[in-house]
């Protein structure tokens, strides 16, 4: 039977599942679930094989090992302890449900066995039958075979390998990295209780059980006295319920704090290319040329790519909030010389590192994001912070076209230095620290001063890591990922084109609305209104890809029997996205005529506005399920060759479109979409097998 079935009956209990359950807590009740299933043989080699593995158990393989103690317990007890060539010898009875109606240890009547069906009794000397007579005679029970959804589980393995290396005649004979034959210690007592702390959490995910020899998991697990007693003084959550952990905020709170950084993320790209429309007076002023003011662009975003992989990791030891407060403190200082530059030089100085204190914020908040929401409750933040960035640029348009037709330049960066001020007070006042290991730390500090106990530590204060190899690990990962990878390479080049597109659009949309329908710049700007209502209807689809993803759930469920996520199942709305952008450059392509109305080009743009939303999404996500441990750095991967393209592109997008022809020279971007358009559906179906083969993925 499945699991939550009971025989007989038409319904199903579904076992209950922990939301937003840290992994000290998680390990505490899996230890407690291993040792009280009620069966003395399941107590006894689950809390053995508990005792040994739990502490050095990864997240993944924890909820593995929930989702496996589910299962009916004579059914784990079986699948640990026979082997497939149990399946070919016949059980001592065939009747499988003789002896239930008497109970463990006999009938009612004393000492005589089970009653059989001709109702005579089976006496304890005698070969008998069913689940009673496990503890004693010589009972040879029916070969269960293991199902599908455990067959190949890491779980079953570790316990089927614990079995025979504790089994004190070596029942399994087919155990991988056990020799045959070999003799154990038995199971015949329960060890005891352990307490598991934050210092356990921190290492999880960094050992792998299947590869480390067995001496070296008891010495893990026989620590010292001072050890253990060092642990006991490490700070903790007090309980679910703890008021400093940010998941605990009020729904409110969390809200506006998304919505701040939502904004602050949109001020910091809405910067990068609501300065394009400045070209015209910066030129006239400055006596410059277009090439020259184009680099103000470039670099400003070549800046947003680069910081991440410096400044993101530094969060790592001072917390989130001093990062908002110094970046966005610099953001803002930047702008200024931006505002009263007397030279070009001045300007290009300042928008490099403009973007670069800019970078910086955009690399740390979506962690924020990810601090205060639990998983099950993460996706709509998510969505609302993530699509901010992208709205900033094809907005940005819109209103520099208004303010430079009727305004000096300058009024560009005082509108920004104003949008800018409000946001960082916002910081300032509104955005608490949300990262929980540097919230521990002050909590410790605290635990310190009142009771004047200096044996009060946070785990980030006794395992301390080194900012210069944090730092230079963060710089070299990402490129090892980026070009060892084939699938985040191709994902990675893919959205780099879609973005070096959008920026490279900021000096076609003048050029190709100036000279075939004679537009001025305020109307140029409100061109980019079909790229900015198709980045909205994207966001407002969500709900059909969630449908979607759930759909892919429950077959895999059904084809499983686990309902696992797969990183593949992010894959569709990159998939359908991919063919939208593809259609949205031709359309856009092959509308650009006089005799065209103005409208009909426009509505192409929001088609591949429409793309590029869903087409990052996807990608994002897949990223990160795909690459779990190294997610931070396969993310920086992608956001530095996107920024290298949006930096490169608009540098020579004038000119091509000037040699080329406007039609062709937005076919040849067409064409580019076209041929990287397969990858996402290719990796949809390949990718399992692809992650298997890779050194950094999941599988």
């Not at 070009?344 to 908040?365: E, K, N, P």
């Not at 001020?421 to 635990?447: C, S, W």
Request: a neutral charge.
């Amino acid at each position: 039977m499945g699991v939550g079935e009971i025989e007989g009956a038409s319904f199903r209990v579904e076992p209950l599942r922990r939301v937003g359950e840290d992994s000290v807590t998680m390990r505490a009740r899996l230890q407690y679930q291993s040792r009280k299933r009620g069966i003395l043989e399941s107590d006894l080699l689950l809390s053995t094989f508990a005792d040994v593995n739990l502490g050095s158990m990864s997240k993944a393989q924890l909820e593995q090992y929930d989702r496996f103690l589910d299962e009916n317990d004579w059914d784990i007890y079986y699948w640990a302890t026979q082997s497939p060539a149990d399946a070919d010898s016949p059980p001592t009875s065939t009747k499988a449900e003789a002896g239930r109606s008497s109970g463990r240890g006999g009938n009612s009547g004393g000492d005589s066995g089970p009653v059989l069906e001709s109702g005579k009794t089976q006496t304890q000397s005698q070969s008998q039958s069913g689940e009673w007579a496990q503890t004693i005679g010589t009972f040879k029970p029916a070969y269960r075979p293991v199902p599908a959804r455990w067959k190949d589980s890491e779980i079953l393995s570790l316990l089927r390998k614990h079995v025979h290396e504790r089994s004190a005649g070596g029942i399994l004979e087919d155990v991988k990295g056990v020799e045959a034959g070999s003799k154990g210690t038995g199971l015949g007592r329960m060890p005891e209780v352990k307490v598991f702390d934050s210092s356990v959490a921190a290492f999880a995910g960094s050992i792998n059980p299947l590869h480390a020899k067995h001496s070296n998991d008891v010495e893990k697990n026989e620590q010292p006295d001072e050890a253990i007693a060092e642990k006991a003084w490490l700070v903790d959550w007090d309980g679910p319920a703890d008021g400093m952990n940010p998941k605990n905020m009020s729904t409110g709170r969390k809200w506006s704090i998304v919505v701040i950084l939502a904004f602050g993320s949109y001020c910091v790209t809405n910067t990068s290319s609501l300065y394009t429309t400045t070209y015209d007076q910066v030129d006239a002023e400055f006596g410059n040329s277009r090439l020259v003011a184009t680099l103000g662009l470039s670099l400003f975003v070549f800046g947003l790519g680069l910081a991440p992989m410096v400044l993101g990791p530094l969060s790592e030891f001072y917390g989130r909030r001093p990062v908002y407060i110094f970046a966005y403190t610099g953001f803002f200082i930047w702008l200024i010389p931006c505002a009263v530059a007397q030279n070009i030089q001045t300007m290009l100085i300042a928008r490099f590192f403009d973007g670069l204190c800019g970078s910086a914020f955009l690399s740390v908040a979506g962690g924020s994001v990810g601090d205060m929401f639990t998983k099950d409750t993460l996706h709509s933040p998510m969505l609302i912070y993530s699509a901010s960035p992208f709205l900033g640029p094809g907005t940005a348009p819109i209103m520099g076209g208004f303010i430079n037709s009727f305004a000096h330049w300058r009024w560009s960066f005082y509108f920004l230095l104003i949008f800018a001020g409000v946001v960082l007070i916002a910081i300032v006042l509104f955005v608490p620290e949300t990262y929980m290991p540097v919230i521990l730390r002050e909590k410790a500090r605290q635990k310190r001063k009142e009771s004047g106990d200096s044996r009060w530590r946070a785990p980030i204060e006794v395992y301390e890591k080194s900012i210069a190899s944090t730092v230079g690990r963060s710089m070299y990962r990402p490129f090892m990922l980026l070009f060892l990878e084939p699938m985040c390479f191709a994902l990675c080049f893919f959205s780099s084109i879609l973005l070096g597109i959008l920026y490279l659009f900021f000096g076609a949309y003048p050029l190709v609305f100036g000279h075939v329908y004679g537009f001025n710049l305020w109307q140029t700007g409100l061109t980019f209104v079909g790229l900015s209502v198709g980045m909205v209807v994207a966001i407002m689809s969500d709900s059909i890809w969630r449908k979607h993803y759930a759909r892919l759930m429950d077959k895999n469920e059904r084809e499983t029997g686990e309902r696992k996520s797969e990183p593949e199942f992010r894959l569709p709305p990159t998939i359908v996205a991919s063919w939208f952008c593809v259609l949205g450059l031709f359309w856009f392509a092959w509308t650009i005529y006089p005799s065209v109305h103005w409208i009909v080009p426009i509505i192409g743009t929001a088609f591949f506005g429409f793309g590029i939303i869903l087409s990052f999404s996807g990608t994002f996500t897949f990223l990160v399920e795909a690459y779990p441990l190294y997610a931070a750095s396969a993310l920086s991967a992608n956001s530095f060759a996107r920024s290298s393209f949006a930096a490169a592109f608009p540098l020579f997008g004038r000119q091509m479109y000037t040699a080329m022809g406007f039609h062709w020279a937005t076919s040849l971007l067409g064409f580019l979409t076209l041929l990287m358009a397969p990858f996402p559906y290719l990796f949809f179906i390949y990718g399992k097998r692809l992650r298997a083969k890779s050194k950094f993925g999941s599988t």
